[in-house]
């Protein structure tokens, strides 16, 4: 969702500092420093993956993960949060074409509820999912890429399934669960280079490029 359908200025990166300060990390220290490279390198992956690397202990992770839930959103009740272009015509678009929309994150329940109500999203796709829906693993994990192919029933074969993301890890999971598109959007995390060395099979400029490919490699 973040950087690829929804358009959130940063507040991973402001919702992390909160969380690390809550911990005893010093703003502006070289630890804050090397820690928030480490949130930026693996945008994408399921938040509190990211805080057990960083903490070491599984205590030190869940109170750091509560804290990023908290900071971030309270910074999305603040109205920092929008979407990314075209993304809402975009996703009525592919169900009015017959496509099944599954809206994926690797925050946790809350914080992705606290995303769709902000924008008044909690029915514009078919279905949403969060790494705890689909057995606790998120990207780079193919799990809830198969958890929507499984919970949807809307193609027959792996190979039909359609992920788009803005990061190296979406296009990881969209590759290890066997899809047959894997496409990379340039409005959130990731360039160019990096979607394509993790096995984008296309990288568009965004999400609202994505009807149009679709077509094309349908014939339609």
């Known amino acids: 969702m973040a950087g690829t359908t929804v358009a959130d200025g940063g507040l991973v990166e402001r919702a992390f500092e909160r969380a690390a300060e809550h911990l005893g990390v010093e703003p502006g220290s070289a630890d804050q420093t090397a820690k928030l490279q480490y949130v930026r390198d693996t945008m994408g992956e399921s938040k509190i993956s990211v805080f057990r690397h960083l903490f070491g202990t599984e205590e030190l ?85 198969l958890a929507a192919f499984l919970r949807t029933g809307a193609v027959a074969d792996v190979r039909g399934i359609v992920v788009a993301g803005d ?13 047959g598109i894997v496409a990379g959007v340039l409005t959130g995390a990731h360039d160019r280079a990096a979607l394509a060395e993790h096995g984008a099979t296309h990288v568009l400029g965004s999400v609202a490029e994505l009807p149009a490919l679709l077509a094309r ?4």
């Not at 606290?114 to 799990?143: K, V």
């Not at 990061?167 to 899809?179: C, E, K, W």
């Not at 490699?217 to 339609?220: K, L, P, R, V």
Request: glycine residues 12%.
């Open 61 to 145: 992770a869940q109170r750091a993960n509560s804290a990023f839930e908290q900071a971030y959103g309270d910074l999305v009740d603040g109205g920092l949060i929008a979407p990314v272009p075209a993304a809402r015509d975009t996703i009525e678009k592919l169900r009015a074409d017959g496509h099944t929309v599954v809206l994926t994150t690797g925050f946790a329940r809350v914080t992705q509820d606290a995303i769709l109500d902000a924008l008044g999203w909690q029915d514009l796709a078919d279905l949403t999912l969060c790494p705890a829906d689909a057995g606790g693993r998120g990207r780079p994990y193919p799990d809830m890429v």
């Open 167 to 179: 990061t190296a890890y979406d296009m990881l999971s969209g590759v290890r669960a066997g899809a």
């Open 217 to 220: 490699e349908s014939g339609t």
